[in-house]
């Protein structure tokens, strides 16, 4: 059974020879402290999301094209930085005040302070959605004829979009930040609608070329409404304005086939998982343990109706062995009932140590069925015992 077989018949709830092995990320001041801890330097560890054979994870493909991106973009700039802080202008019109401690890799871990929007009014939205073509050549691949010939012999699943490229929240919050996207919805509901509205017929327009081409196994909603204490957005409002595009999105991408629908949100989706099924998702993930989101509860109140994956608390991670076992054994009866893939419930942070990673990844084989021999990071760990 290849990759491609394994993802989707666990999602499926169907017989698997082994589980599907995944992760969901990994943080640039992670591999500096395993690299310290003694991971080797030379081989391809990536962003573990798309894959990682080192670490025995298999292959995501994540079809490269550019849909949130501006075009033309705004022109980065540093408006004023000291010791400590930077504040910036990004490609997307964000300016934001952050630390500067904590780079690695070319990526700040500092959660910025917004500080202004590109969309402030409905007369800057006018000017912003100019930028948002979904006919601009740049939107998909250069190299787009090769990459068709390359998928459509693959082995391995096809996601439409890179994880955390498109929700509807998500793109109301990155154009105004958290608090109007929040307040649009009594303050301008008019606007609200056309905004959405505009950015639902942008994706569908946009992607209808790499359906009618492609054979898409799967698409992520990135959306992070929610926090510790629920959603930022409430199932009324929910159900009035994001759930008409949703399904609008949804039945485009069933019509050509793709059959799974993974929503991604951090925090405490609870009340509104009923309407996730009511729409059709069949994935809800990363499930944040911190925020309450406990993938065993999950199962036990909604069963076959969603599939799920992640739920493993990473803060477990950070003990010792004992804690490890407890987690993952906790998780057996989901690993064994399908549906579920397991991985941490968000990237991989620094706080990990390099050997409980390795004990972790060896122990999660095991638990999917799969022989802990094949993951080269366990046999070069054996080699030098």
Same mark, same amino acid.
């Given at each position: 059974?290849?990759?491609?077989?394994?993802?989707?018949?666990? %999602?499926?709830?169907a017989p698997v020879d082994h589980g599907f092995s995944h992760e969901l990320g990994l943080w640039g001041q992670t591999v500096d402290r395993?690299?310290?801890?003694?991971?080797?330097? &030379?081989?391809?560890?990536? @962003?573990?999301?798309?894959?990682?054979?080192?670490?025995?994870?298999?292959?995501?493909?994540?079809?490269?094209?550019?849909? %949130?991106?501006?075009?033309?973009?705004?022109?980065?700039?540093?408006?004023?930085?000291?010791?400590?802080?930077?504040?910036?202008?990004?490609?997307?019109?964000?300016?934001?005040? /952050?630390?500067?401690?904590?780079?690695?890799?070319?990526?700040?871990?500092?959660?910025?302070?917004? $500080?202004?929007?590109?969309?402030?009014?409905? @007369?800057?939205?006018?000017?912003?959605?100019?930028?948002?073509?979904?006919?601009?050549?740049?939107?998909?691949?250069?190299?787009?004829?090769?990459?068709?010939?390359?998928?459509?012999?693959? &082995?391995?699943?096809?996601?439409?979009?890179?994880?955390?490229?498109?929700?509807?929240?998500?793109?109301?919050?990155?154009?105004?930040?958290?608090?109007?996207?929040?307040?649009?919805?009594?303050?301008?509901?008019?606007?609200?609608?056309?905004?959405?509205?505009?950015? =639902?017929?942008?994706?569908?327009?946009?992607?209808?070329?790499?359906? &009618?081409?492609?054979?898409?196994?799967?698409?992520?909603?990135?959306?992070?409404?929610?926090?510790?204490?629920?959603?930022?957005? /409430?199932?009324?409002?929910?159900?009035?304005?994001?759930?008409?595009?949703y399904r609008r999105i949804i039945d485009t991408l069933h019509a050509h086939g793709?059959?799974?629908?993974?929503?991604?949100? @951090?925090?405490? =989706?609870?009340?509104?998982?009923?309407?996730?099924?009511?729409?059709?998702?069949?994935?809800?993930?990363?499930?944040?343990?911190?925020?309450?989101?406990?993938?065993?509860?999950?199962?036990?109140?909604?069963?076959?109706?969603?599939?799920?994956?992640?739920?493993?608390?990473?803060?477990?991670? =950070?003990?010792?062995?004992?804690?490890?076992?407890?987690?993952?054994?906790?998780?057996?009866?989901?690993?064994?009932? /399908?549906?579920?893939?397991? =991985?941490?419930?968000?990237?991989?942070?620094?706080?990990?140590?390099?050997?409980?990673? $390795?004990?972790?990844?060896? $122990?999660?084989?095991?638990?999917? /069925?799969? @022989?802990?021999?094949?993951?080269?990071? %366990?046999?070069?760990?054996?080699?030098?015992?």
């Amino acid at each position: 059974m290849n990759s491609h077989d394994r993802f989707l018949r666990t %999602l499926d709830f169907a017989p698997v020879d082994h589980g599907f092995s995944h992760e969901l990320g990994l943080w640039g001041q992670t591999v500096d402290r395993w690299e310290a801890e003694g991971m080797p330097r &030379d081989v391809h560890i990536g @962003d573990l999301i798309s894959g990682c054979t080192y670490f025995g994870l298999e292959r995501i493909e994540y079809l490269g094209l550019n849909v %949130l991106g501006m075009l033309p973009p705004y022109d980065e700039e540093v408006l004023e930085e000291d010791e400590r802080y930077i504040i910036k202008r990004y490609a997307d019109g964000r300016i934001t005040k /952050g630390l500067k401690e904590g780079e690695a890799h070319g990526t700040r871990m500092s959660m910025d302070q917004g $500080l202004s929007w590109p969309v402030v009014s409905r @007369d800057d939205w006018a000017q912003v959605k100019q930028r948002f073509n979904p006919r601009a050549p740049a939107r998909y691949p250069q190299w787009w004829s090769d990459d068709l010939r390359r998928l459509s012999d693959r &082995d391995y699943p096809l996601a439409l979009t890179h994880n955390g490229c498109f929700g509807l929240y998500s793109w109301l919050r990155s154009l105004m930040g958290t608090q109007a996207a929040c307040l649009i919805f009594y303050d301008d509901p008019v606007l609200a609608e056309e905004i959405l509205e505009y950015l =639902t017929n942008y994706l569908l327009e946009l992607v209808h070329p790499a359906l &009618d081409q492609l054979q898409v196994d799967y698409f992520n909603f990135f959306e992070d409404f929610a926090g510790k204490g629920g959603p930022l957005i /409430g199932p009324k409002l929910f159900r009035k304005f994001l759930m008409p595009r949703y399904r609008r999105i949804i039945d485009t991408l069933h019509a050509h086939g793709v059959r799974h629908i993974w929503l991604d949100s @951090d925090g405490d =989706t609870r009340v509104l998982i009923p309407l996730f099924i009511e729409l059709g998702v069949t994935v809800h993930w990363p499930l944040e343990r911190a925020a309450g989101m406990d993938p065993v509860e999950v199962r036990r109140l909604y069963g076959h109706a969603l599939g799920l994956a992640g739920g493993i608390d990473k803060r477990e991670l =950070t003990r010792d062995f004992a804690a490890i076992d407890a987690e993952l054994y906790r998780l057996l009866p989901l690993i064994e009932d /399908g549906g579920y893939i397991p =991985t941490l419930d968000h990237a991989v942070p620094p706080d990990i140590p390099y050997e409980n990673w $390795l004990y972790y990844l060896e $122990l999660k084989a095991r638990l999917l /069925g799969n @022989d802990p021999g094949m993951v080269p990071a %366990l046999r070069e760990r054996a080699a030098h015992r």
